[in-house]
């Protein structure tokens, strides 16, 4: 049995973030959504269930903090190339996302954040595959030893 990630989000509006997650290419679980709960498929294997801020709430006895102003968790995505992460990032900000900060871009690995209209923070990152087999600095110096 493969190991399934179910990723919790509060959400102030569950229609909005339905919408939004959909624009980013992502399919509704109906089997697993109602007036309280939306289940996000990203792939066979991660989910993200988003919740109503009240419903979250009954998951935990903490505070559940305002994604807005707090960061409790940065939930990173990889995606096939850099043009994928550009991809999905001009979705998201097309269906009201917003980009927190510049693209990172460090050679072995290009990454772009992207917030949800609730304020979680989606980071999408493309690694090159020899960088994530070999560790970014045996990559780094081998890429620096082939432009010498």
Wanted: negative net charge; glycine residues 6%.
């Amino acid at each position: 049995m493969s190991t399934k990630v179910f990723v919790n989000l509060p959400t102030a509006d569950l229609e909005r973030s339905k919408a939004f997650y959909t624009a980013l290419g992502c399919d509704i679980n109906p089997l697993f959504t109602d007036e309280n709960a939306a289940c996000i498929v990203w792939s066979d294997d991660v989910f993200f269930m988003v919740l109503t801020r009240e419903y979250f709430g009954t998951f935990t006895d903490k505070q559940v903090v305002d994604a807005k102003s707090a960061a409790q968790v940065l939930v990173a995505l990889s995606r096939d190339s850099r043009e994928d992460v550009d991809d999905v990032l001009t979705k998201g900000l097309a269906a009201g996302g917003t980009e927190p900060r510049d693209a990172q871009d460090y050679g072995f690995m290009y990454s772009r954040d992207l917030e949800d209209p609730d304020g979680n923070v989606l980071e999408f990152l493309f690694m090159d595959p020899a960088a994530a087999e070999q560790g970014p600095e045996a990559f780094m110096a081998e890429q620096g030893a082939e432009s010498a």
